[in-house]
């Protein structure tokens, strides 16, 4: 085996970062496109050093007419390394970017949950990264939408997923499959400039590395790193924060429906009062992913946030499924009848 700058690059991150274990089962995401190919190359490669057990598992979207030639491209390549192949093909085509992810990573999951596969690994580099950052940046998002595609997150209970290459780029992972003449299947949705992502990949990053920045792409990949950080800080306090504020009880005041047995949460105001207003806004953050059936927005979090120094008997408009939130004292009030479990 050819030991390349890149090999010892992934090992001591994989290492360094504690991504892995030794002789764990990793299901590796492999669309044949230059990013999976050298993940999986690097993996296979380092794989006597781990003693891991790697499969391979394919997403056929079925929304571009070669999608089975590129499903049956990956399925021998997995034969020729010797590695399990799993494919999963969509029932109807997959048209939107939202869609396809949702569905890519049930997909995933459920194929590792039925073979035991501990982890889930993709081939997202700092190029995905950056493009990430900028596309949420648009959209209008705070520092956990800045820092999305981090290192690892559970996707269940007993499966994570992870992504090594992170700290490598796009023309890092050209150059290696280059090197080793690795078959790439080229995507020509990569090219569709309907897409956003696309359009920010072809024309908003090589415009900031042309009049602002050469190495823009790196840089903004590594400030979702920095943010990674302060995120995961601010998070950890405002769970802490929040536990100490927050009361479940079985109670009938303040109710809006003739239903006595509803679940009331009162928030301790004075606790509330004494943190910073991005603690503040992290914990009515955390309160409504606890309540609502969706993920709450920007005003519904300001709303909320609003009672901490409002006057006595304040309360909010109605949040999505009827639930209103009131000052009552030192308390704030929300009632939202049974409580959903995460």
Known sequence: MVWTKLHAEIHRTIRSRHLFECK????????????????????LDLQSKWGWELGIAHCDHCWRADSQANALHVKNLAANWGVSFYLETANQPVNSEATAREWRYQALSAIAQIHNYEYIVTGHTASDRAET??????????ADGLQALTWQRPLTENILLVRPLLEITR?????????????????????????????????????????????????????????????????????????????????????SSSSPASLLLRLNRQVLQKAPLALQRRVMRQILQEILADAPNFEHIEKLTALITAPNRSQTDPFPGGAIAQVQGNWILFRNGERRNN
């Open 171 to 255: 023309k890092q992972t050209e150059q290696f499959c280059q090197e080793f003449q690795l078959p790439i299947w080229e995507d020509s949705t990569n090219q569709d400039l309907k897409y956003a992502r696309n359009r920010i990949r072809q024309e908003l990053i090589p415009y900031l590395q042309a009049n602002f920045n050469p190495q823009a792409e790196l840089a903004i990949a590594q400030t979702a790193e920095l943010l990674q950080a302060d995120v995961e800080y601010l998070e950890r306090t405002a769970q802490q924060l929040k536990e100490e504020a927050m009361e479940w009880e079985v109670g009938e005041e303040f109710l």
């Open 133 to 142: 950052l900028l596309y949420n940046l648009m959209r209008g998002t705070g």
């Open 24 to 43: 764990k089962r990793l299901l590796v995401a492999v669309s044949g496109g230059q990013d999976s190919l050298c993940l999986i190359k690097l993996l």
